[in-house]
């Protein structure tokens, strides 16, 4: 089945640094990628997403890229805000709208004033 | 808010007892998703609704059952509970078909004690 690896685990950064996380599938048949924000005692937000047939997304700070022939994705955060500290999961699932989300491991991010 | 509803927040109860978990999805969504988070699993997929009919299965124990009723509300049943089965419960929901995205609950923190 698809396995998703996540790293770092953790990530350090002063505000208005940029943050990167990347992420690796091994399912070549994997065609939507999320990335969620999980604060702490809340569930999941979807804050960006990006479908194999493009290579990159943007939404104002946030932008995800995709390498589909090296199997990986990655979230970019410009500008980081203190508010952007969070637990940041990528995911991967394949086929229509009817399958699972397999999630990587996570990446806490702090961002330091 | 994400829209999607979950009851109740915070559940507290012994080995061997029987729970229920509800999730009410975002209004017009069709699929619910169901998922675990452990600290050592990770966000777990669990099983998958669609207009009341089970889709897809993933790492759910056969003492776990769930269902979706008519007015699209699901329902996740947990029993002969072990210590083990102490996580958060999070339920997801999409539109379904060709709309991949999946919109989290804020989940129900499940104690074993």
């Known amino acids: 089945g698809e396995n998703v690896e996540q790293h770092p685990s953790t990530l350090s950064v002063q505000e208005g640094d940029s943050a990167v996380i990347k992420c690796t599938y091994s399912d070549s048949a994997s065609n939507y990628f999320p990335w969620y924000k999980q604060e702490l005692g809340k569930g999941p937000q979807l804050i960006i997403d990006?479908?194999?047939?493009?290579g990159e997304k943007k939404d104002q700070r946030i932008a995800v890229t995709l390498n589909k022939t090296a199997k990986h994705f990655s979230l970019h955060i410009t500008e980081t805000q203190p508010e952007d500290s969070a637990v940041y999961f990528c995911?991967?699932?394949?086929?229509?709208?009817?399958?699972?989300?397999?999630f990587g491991t996570g990446t806490r991010l702090l961002v330091s004033p | 808010d994400s829209g999607v509803t979950q009851t109740p927040k915070h559940l507290i109860t012994a080995t061997g007892q029987r729970v229920t978990l509800r999730c009410s999805p975002r209004s017009g969504d069709l699929s619910v998703y169901w998922y675990q988070q452990s600290l050592d699993q990770g966000l777990q997929f669990l099983i998958q609704?669609?207009?009341?009919?089970?889709?897809a299965k993933g790492n759910i124990l056969e003492r776990f059952s769930a269902q979706q009723f008519p007015d699209l509300h699901s329902e996740l049943n947990l029993s002969s509970l072990e210590l083990g089965d102490s996580a958060l419960y999070f339920c997801?929901?999409?539109?379904?078909?060709?709309?991949?995205?999946?919109?989290f609950g804020p989940g129900t923190r499940l104690t074993v004690t």
């Open positions: 990006i479908r194999s047939n493009v």
């Open positions: 997801a929901s999409s539109p379904g078909g060709a709309n991949y995205e999946q919109y």
């Open positions: 995911a991967a699932s394949k086929g229509t709208g009817f399958q699972k989300l397999v």
């Open positions: 609704y669609y207009n009341g009919e089970e889709r």
